[in-house]
């Protein structure tokens, strides 16, 4: 397998854990009120990052366009944005079933690469996607106990939304990406992440609030659980766009599609040895219902795979 594939593969792995943190966090915390100071503490951690950036890359990272500047700073934004979506979707719904609904990526991924990056769509491509549409679909329906069929509507629009801003600011960010470098890009991208959550922490009080009783608060566990998050989140995000930058989009997104599976068996194993940790439901009718999705979504991206090889 290619470079590209195994940076790519990378991410879901080190994601699928951060789910199940992200879903601890705001289940036995912070329930109700943990969006907020998730998305807060999420975006100010990009700072973390760009001292070491401003000193090794100084003379590049400072001669930049405007332009440029502007179109990077945008990106972090819609970053942020795309990441308080997931966190709302997260707070509704167990992370097996919101993990696989972000397989719109790879259907964004292809619909923006081709009208952003002019990067083409065959037939074999679009019917690919369709699968993994199918896929999704069957995913967001459950079967209650009268065997009645319910679509989990807020869920789906709220990972509809997030799927597309992640989309969307992975497309623009290789486009300005491969024309000032890969870091300086990050520079940017991080200083958009890093200001959207010094706005937000400045001007939404709620939101504020919560940030400051998650970083005050005499537990330990909150915050440490916090930081291994952000360092996975980061190391993550990084391999992906790296990957993005040797591969179609479209291709890195279908890599991401695997996500699903990683969650899944995380998530049975967190529910079968750390119940308290994480506990998912994986009775006979459910785990049969998310085993027969996953598998379509997995065969749709497979396909889309093998049709950009």
């Known amino acids: 397998m290619s470079n590209w594939f195994l940076l790519a593969l990378i991410a879901p792995i080190l994601w699928s ?6 879903k601890h966090i705001l289940s036995k915390y912070l329930e109700g009120r943990g969006v907020g100071a998730i998305l807060i503490f999420s975006s100010l951690s990009s700072i973390i990052v760009l001292p070491f950036l401003a000193i090794f890359y ?21 970053s942020a944005s795309g990441f308080y979506f997931y966190l709302k979707a997260m ?7 919101i993990i696989p609904l972000f397989q719109f990526d790879p259907v964004f991924g292809y619909l923006l690469g081709y009208f952003i990056l002019r990067e083409s769509l065959t037939v074999h491509q679009i019917l690919s996607s369709v699968l993994v549409l199918v896929g999704i679909i069957l995913l967001s329906v459950e079967v209650d106990i009268g065997n ?16 597309f801003l992640f989309a969307l600011n992975g497309v ?11 870091w300086v890009s990050i520079f940017w991208q991080y200083v958009g992440l890093t200001a959207f959550g010094i706005l937000v922490l400045i001007f ?5 609030q919560d940030f400051i009783m998650m970083v005050t608060t005499p537990r330990l566990r909150i915050l440490s659980l916090n930081v291994i998050s952000e360092i996975l989140y980061i190391i993550g995000g990084l391999a992906n766009n790296f990957a993005l930058l040797i591969a179609p989009v479209a291709l890195v997104f279908v890599v991401n599609s695997f996500q699903p599976l990683f969650v899944f068996i995380a998530g049975v194993l967190f529910t079968i040895f750390v119940p308290k940790f994480s506990s998912e439901k994986i009775s006979r009718g459910h785990f049969f219902h998310r085993l027969v999705s996953i598998i379509i979504i997995l065969m749709g991206s497979y396909l889309l795979y093998l049709s950009s090889s």
């Open 17 to 22: 854990i951060v789910n199940h943190i992200d």
């Open 172 to 182: 623009l960010f290789k486009k300005f990406a491969l024309v000032n470098t890969f």
């Open 148 to 163: 009645k069929f319910k679509l989990k509507k807020k869920a789906l629009v709220l990972v509809a939304i997030s799927s």
């Open 204 to 208: 939404y009080k709620k939101f504020r």
């Open 91 to 97: 707070e509704v719904e167990e992370a097996s079933v």
């Open 58 to 78: 100084h003379s590049e990272i400072f001669s930049i366009s405007f332009t440029d500047f502007f179109a990077l700073f945008i990106i972090g934004l819609l």
